[in-house]
């Protein structure tokens, strides 16, 4: 199996060809010591960019709803997040403020949203951007009970409004996503191993 390093070149020569790469095509398996090992795809679709994310997790659906909705805490264990904190909530509607840096390389390039998330628990989250630095942001999770855990899904579509060319707008994305999708797997599986409390981020992580 190709490592991170490996699948990102394999990457970039695909986007200097000019190729549309498919979810079936471009899959990355991520995994470190104790780790969750994901799985992460991401196409570009009528002019945005199109992510799916999966993981089996040893952890119960419980664990995984409360570390998945304890916003307030993401800065905790999502690396490049700066702040995140809840503004609202009404039926089931929650309204969360968040600030960060998307990474590509050594380029940082700021980013402010403000996220409308439609809880429906323990199993689904939906949310939309309704303000913020992107265009447009649609998201949601999944989890889903499994003989050996907790199956963590998640779908995106994301229109950035930046003008990066293309491909490697799509690499950014995905690498982002990657990282904070596994930032968010492991911090529910060590969660649920110790029982109380959140791990903060690895040194490195950021």
Known sequence: MPNAVDAHVGLRIVARRGVVIGLALLVLMIQGAGAATIAVGVRRQAGAIEIEASTLLKADIQTAWRVLTDYDRYVEFIPDLRSSR??????GIVTV??????????????????????????????SRAIAGSLRALESSYLLTPAATGVRLEYTGRIATGFELF???EQLAVEENIARQFQALADAIEQRSAVGTGLPRAAAGVR
């Not at 809840?86 to 039926?91: L, P």
């Not at 380029?107 to 949203?113: D, G, M, T």
Request: aromatic share 8%; charged share 25%.
């Open 86 to 91: 809840v503004v609202a909530r009404r039926d």
């Open 97 to 126: 403020e968040q600030s960060g840096d998307a990474a590509l390389w050594l380029l940082r390039i700021p980013l402010e949203i403000t996220f409308e998330i439609s809880e429906f628990p323990p199993t689904r989250l939906q």
């Open 166 to 168: 293309g491909p490697i």
